[in-house]
């Protein structure tokens, strides 16, 4: 129904950690202890999402939801366990796309792109840090995204040099030749390395989402004010 949000549910193989995943809307993930705290994380951040599918235009379908609903619980990785993070593929992962849907993924991803670069803007240089001083300041933190992200474009055929990423235009193509890969590889039928196209569109959403996020929460703009 338009107005549901579907969830999968992957849970670790010790049942350490499960991770709840609403695979129409990129990057939204959350894991916890227990499948119910899974859930109800990530409806916590439901209204930090909207902004994100206000970026791609979908704000309205966005906000006219009402209810969740769990479609499926799969199998995860000792990674999952770890972290609490998605490492597995849901059966909807694997299914195929049409060439409307992708694009419509692709938006998704996009859009969280953009909220991390305004988030990148904003925030202060030096974060907060954790009770032992843990953690990274800004410029690691996009380091770390930008590696990463190099990374699984080789699962693509798309190679980007690392001082590519360091421009504004550099950073622009890397992304330009990454979303027309994933056209490529989808057109051809073609899993990423070996994940499936699906997959890698929401690991990169969230991966990106949920370190504009920590960046967002650990922000000290206003103290250095």
Same mark, same amino acid.
């Given at each position: 129904?338009?107005? /549901? ?10 049942? $350490?950690k499960v991770v709840a995943v609403a695979p129409d809307w990129p990057g939204l993930e959350r894991g916890a202890k227990t499948g119910e705290g899974a859930i109800e994380r990530l409806r916590s951040y439901i209204l930090r999402y909207s902004q994100i599918a206000k970026l791609a235009e979908m704000g309205v379908e966005f906000d006219a939801i009402t209810n969740v609903e769990v479609v499926e619980q799969y199998s995860g990785t000792g990674s999952t366990d770890? #972290? ?7 059966? +909807? ?9 992708? %694009? ?8 969280? #792109? ?21 953690? @990274? ?6 380091? /770390? ?6 990374? #699984? ?18 950073? $622009?193509? =890397? @992304? ?5 890969? +994933?056209?490529?590889? =989808? ?6 390395? $070996? ?5 890698? +569109?929401? =690991?990169?959403?969230? /991966?990106?989402?949920? =370190?504009? #996020? %920590?960046?967002?929460? $650990? ?7």
């Open positions: 129904m338009a107005n /549901h949000l579907r969830i999968t549910l992957e849970i670790g193989p010790k049942g $350490k770890f #972290w609490g993070i998605s490492f597995a593929f849901s059966s +909807i992962d694997k299914q195929g796309m049409s060439g409307d849907e992708l %694009e419509r993924e692709l938006t998704l991803m996009q859009a969280c #792109w953009a909220f991390f670069d305004d988030v990148r803007r904003r925030v202060s240089a030096e974060l907060q840090k954790g009770p032992r001083g843990g953690g @990274r300041d800004r410029d690691r933190i996009v380091q /770390h995204i930008f590696a990463n992200e190099q990374d #699984w474009a080789k699962g693509l055929g798309v190679y980007t040099p690392d001082d590519a990423m360091l421009t504004a235009e550099g950073l $622009k193509a =890397h @992304r330009d030749a990454y979303c027309q890969a +994933i056209r490529d590889y =989808h057109a051809q039928g073609k899993l990423a390395g $070996k994940w499936p196209l699906r997959y890698l +569109i929401r =690991h990169t959403a969230f /991966h990106t989402l949920d =370190h504009a #996020w %920590e960046m967002e929460d $650990k922000d000290l703009s206003a103290t250095q004010v």
